[in-house]
T-cell receptor
């Protein structure tokens, strides 16, 4: 079984500043993927970034990057130069390679302050 | 279509009625997931289908909930004898690796 834990129910950041959202996970699989999803008030779930477990290099997508610490089972999301449009609920998720079980954390509500 | 499509977008039903929610996944995606999300809450896993394997129904909250996936494509989530606590947004996703979500169906039981 997989578990994903997000220990920060709410976070806030000043516009143009940097914020890091935390996520830890647990899995017995050796092959898995990790994701961060963004859910704005429109409720549409949007994939922000993905990381394959076998890759040591941290994934980066423009202002979004991850710090993937495989041994510690940690997968944090860093948002640089925060924008008002980044305000949303952010979910961390893991997908097992074999059974394709997709597990989500409880989410972090991010507020961006102008 | 290019993305995951769910219908209807919104559904209001009377307590005790049955409802069917539909999900059209991305063509070629082998995995399909249903989640439930109450207002301001996280995603509650309901059921998932992976290829021709038996579905994982471990998240279904009661026997009033059922789902099927026909021909490895379209899926229908059925809720029988709806209760007010069933009111939520029901999200569907399909995946090969990363999961792509539909826009959800907001179900309101009155």
């Amino acid at each position: 079984a997989q578990t994903v834990t997000q220990s920060q129910p709410e976070m806030s950041v000043q516009e143009a500043e940097t914020v890091t959202l935390s996520c830890t996970y647990d899995t017995s699989e050796s092959d898995y993927y990790l994701f961060w999803y963004k859910q704005p008030p429109s409720r549409q779930m949007i994939l922000v970034i993905r990381q394959e477990a076998y890759k040591q290099q941290n994934a980066t997508e423009n202002r979004f990057s991850v710090n993937f610490q495989k041994a510690a089972k940690s997968f944090s999301l860093k948002i640089s130069d925060s924008q008002l449009g980044d305000a949303a609920m952010y979910f961390c998720a893991s997908l097992s390679g074999s059974a394709r079980q997709l597990t989500f954390g409880s989410g972090t509500q991010l507020t961006v302050l102008p | 279509g290019a993305g995951v499509s769910q219908s209807p977008s919104n559904k209001v039903t009377e307590k005790g009625k049955d409802v069917e929610l539909r999900c059209d996944p991305i063509s070629g995606h082998t995995a399909l997931y249903w989640y439930r999300q109450s207002l301001g809450q996280g995603l509650e896993f309901l059921i998932y289908f992976q290829g021709n394997s038996a579905p994982d129904k471990s998240g279904l909250p009661s026997d009033r909930f059922s789902a099927e996936r026909t021909g490895g494509s379209v899926s229908t989530l059925t809720i029988q004898r709806t209760q007010q606590e069933d009111s939520a947004v029901y999200l569907c996703a399909s995946s090969n690796t990363e999961a792509f979500f539909g826009q959800g169906t907001r179900l309101t039981v009155v």
